[in-house]
């Protein structure tokens, strides 16, 4: 079992008072190709733990390493970079940009990656036609419903074929037969390219097909439960 | 440069935010719009009363003016004139000048000796033409024996029709045409209620004192004592309308709606004759022609640079003092107020004096800075919405991997977009009320265009520069905050 991301030792604290250590200390292996969902009540560190995973927060002890790249060794511009080609994120709520119709908002991580245009264009109508939004590429995200603007979000994500992608709580603001949906879609990338997903989630239908269930509690691991097949890739 | 074309999209875009941040940008550059033209330069119509009585835009004073005090030589004041904000505190520390130093026959006279005027007069650009002051002491004679004190005054015919438009301030009567220049044809103020009382066709017997010589100044000296009569024809009535003045004294209960308003104009006792009319009376109770004055009158080629011409004079002539006729307006502090009178049957008009002059006619730099300053205060405010108000879009873009140096390229292409387009729209606006004034004056389009693209480009300029300078500092912020932190912002 090889792990392509791994936190150790993570902690965070937050200068509030006399300091709230949101996440006192996590450790976690997150195999390759695998599909980990993290639950835990609320306010347990779960969104800390994901920033944290994502490079969107800076630790205030322990590291990350993804893909053997530890975080603490990137400055800002390194860490922007493995955000852009390695790590695909998905909000809540959803985040898409509202100036940008939905063909931008996925076409634009590939911009800044550089992607040579015709490419960008064949690639963005793919991750469209895969979510089923090709029929909206040209609407701007308040013309979108929500189901449809995380479909975009997960489009989004993707767009760069990243190594890891991270999702917050992506059903919690859907009904269930769209948060099925978004399930789907994610079981589908797993499945079929392989894509190694963290989702943060109460959403049972993610818990059901994981392949590894982290329970948090007070900014700690409770339990960990791993299930038949993990590491297979 | 995907940062940029996202930027020129954002602006194109959003219209909600553009039009916020636009409108703001216009306001502030049209504020410095505003007080740049101010201070540049008068509207082609500024202080037109006061330059139709005088025939003149600038007015020119020979040497220096010296004002005897009590305590005797030691004491002494010479006012040289040198620039108004002197003549300001001058004011301020004698206020018995508020009410005297315009007036020539005040003073100690000092005059120009008109054979020996300065040859810069018509070189100094700008300078249309000048006219001696031409102004004599007399007394109107009425058929009931009365005696009214007036100030005869010689009228450039040409330039009073071309430059002052004179012909549409007379009430009654027509004014005089060219070619009754020499003629015994007079036109009176209306606005006296003695000389009100003529009518065109009237006769007009006026009593000048002669002149007996010259003081050691330079002045006439004037002998009251065998005065020679003129018989004038009443050509018509001037009135040099300075539009209304509310009704004082008037309490709320007396009446309803916003107080009632007088219409007032320059009271000034004088009967004007045309120029060669004039010369002809001087020359005859002188015994001489027109040599001495106590003042020059420079009608400029438009108003728009009265204050320039004015700078140019008063540098080719450093012992004379130079004034546009809107500054010497402003710093006489005079000004007309209306009261009921005692008895309730009508109202009258009085002089009254400000110890200030008003800030507002004559736009000083201090006043065009704090202009600046609000403008430049918008600015910042308006950069601060746009950065604050979309941390989170910021939070996203990082999220998704743009580093803080596209985030602050990002922000500043966008206010550049902003500044640029709501500075533009906003000088445009306010511009051309002044371009029309341009325009309507006897600039040269090309030198309309050139003071133009000069105040655009200071406009433009300085609302783009503060754009650029206050959007770096909260864009540089956000962009070195944390992604995380800007996502919970709401
Ligand atoms: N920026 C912050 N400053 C101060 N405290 C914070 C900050 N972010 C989170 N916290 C605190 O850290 C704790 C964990 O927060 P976190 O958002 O990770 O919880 P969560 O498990 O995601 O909760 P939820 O299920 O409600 O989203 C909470 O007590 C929260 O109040
Ligand atoms: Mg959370």
């Known amino acids: 079992m090889k792990a392509i991301l791994e936190a150790t030792a993570l902690g965070r604290r937050f200068p509030v008072g006399e300091g709230v250590w949101a996440l006192k200390r996590v450790d976690l292996a997150v195999p390759r190709g695998a599909f980990v969902v993290i639950t835990g009540p609320s306010g347990c560190g779960k969104t800390t733990l994901l920033n944290l995973l994502g490079g969107l927060d800076r630790p205030t002890r322990g590291d990350v390493v993804l893909k053997g790249l530890a975080y603490s060794r990137l400055d800002e511009s390194g860490l922007a970079r493995l955000r852009r080609t390695e790590i695909g994120f998905v909000f809540q709520f959803f985040n898409l940009l509202s100036d940008l119709t939905a063909e931008e908002n996925v076409a634009l991580p590939m911009r800044l990656a550089g992607l040579p245009p015709a490419e960008i264009t064949s690639r963005t109508a793919a991750l469209l036609e895969a979510t089923g939004m090709s029929h909206r590429a040209r609407h701007t995200p308040h013309e979108l419903s929500g189901g449809e603007q995380q479909r975009v979000a997960v489009a989004r994500a993707l767009a760069n074929d990243p190594a890891i992608v991270l999702a917050d709580e992506p059903t919690g603001n859907l009904d269930s037969k769209n948060s099925e949906d978004i399930m789907e879609l994610f079981r589908r990338f797993n499945r079929e390219k392989g894509q190694t997903f963290v989702v943060v989630s109460h959403d049972p239908g993610f818990a059901e097909h994981a392949d590894m269930v982290v329970r948090m509690r007070d900014g700690e691991v409770q339990a960990l439960e791993e299930r038949e097949g993990t590491g297979a890739c | ?490």
């Open chain 2, 1 to 490: 440069m995907v940062f940029v074309r996202m930027a020129v999209r954002n602006v194109a875009r959003n219209w909600n935010r553009t039009g916020m941040i636009i409108l703001g940008m216009m306001v502030a550059s049209g504020l410095m719009t505003l007080t740049m033209s101010l201070a540049t330069g008068y509207a082609e119509f500024a202080y037109l009363p006061y330059r139709q009585m005088v025939g003149a835009d600038i007015l020119i004073y020979p040497n220096r003016f010296v004002f005897d005090s009590p305590g005797g030589e030691a004491d002494r004041w010479e006012l040289r004139r040198p620039d108004p904000d002197l003549l300001t505190d001058a004011r301020f520390f004698h206020p018995e000048l508020a009410r005297g130093y315009l007036s020539p026959a005040d003073a100690p006279p000092a005059v120009f000796d008109l054979q020996d005027v300065p040859a810069c007069l018509g070189e100094v650009e700008g300078v249309a033409d000048w006219e001696p002051g031409r102004l004599l002491r007399a007394y109107v004679v009425f058929e009931d024996g009365g005696r009214l004190r007036v100030t005869l005054r010689g009228r450039d015919i040409a330039a009073d029709r071309e430059r002052y438009r004179m012909p549409g301030s007379v009430t009654v009567g027509r004014y005089f045409r060219e070619e009754q220049d020499g003629e015994w044809v007079a036109l009176v103020n209306e606005a006296v209620p003695e000389l009100a009382r003529l009518w065109p066709g009237s006769r007009l017997v006026l009593e000048v004192p002669t002149v007996k010589g010259f003081g050691p100044g330079g002045g006439p000296l004037l002998d009251y004592s065998e005065p020679r009569t003129y018989y004038f024809l009443v050509h018509g009535r001037y009135s040099l309308s300075l539009g209304t003045v509310p009704l004082q004294g008037v309490s709320s209960e007396d009446r309803a709606g916003p107080p009632p308003r007088v219409p007032v104009a320059i009271d000034e006792p004088e009967v004007w004759v045309p120029a060669g009319t004039f010369d002809r009376i001087y020359a005859e109770v002188s015994g001489a022609p027109l040599r001495y004055t106590g003042q020059l009158g420079v009608t400029v080629e438009t108003m728009v640079h009265a204050k320039t011409v004015a700078r140019a004079l008063a540098e080719a002539l450093p012992h004379c003092s130079v004034l546009t006729v809107p500054q010497e307006a402003a710093l006489s502090g005079l000004h007309y107020e209306a009261y009921l009178s005692e008895d309730g049957s009508g109202v009258d008009v009085v002089r009254a004096y400000r110890s200030r002059s008003t800030l507002a006619v004559d736009v000083k730099r201090e006043l065009s800075f704090v202009a600046f300053l609000a403008a430049g205060l918008l600015v910042v405010a308006n950069m601060y919405i746009l950065v604050t108000q979309r941390r989170r879009e910021i939070g996203v873009l990082k999220a998704i991997g743009s580093t803080g140096r596209d985030i602050v390229v990002l922000i500043l292409t966008e206010a550049v977009g902003y500044s640029l387009t709501g500075s533009l729209i906003g000088f445009a606006a306010i511009r051309c009320l002044a371009t029309l004034t341009l325009l309507g004056s006897s600039v040269t389009f090309v030198e309309g265009l050139a003071l133009t693209l000069e105040a655009a480009a200071v406009v433009v300029g300085t609302t783009t520069l503060t754009a650029l300078v206050f959007g770096l500092l909260p864009a540089w912020e956000a962009a070195r905050t944390p992604s995380a932190a800007l996502l919970t912002d709401r």
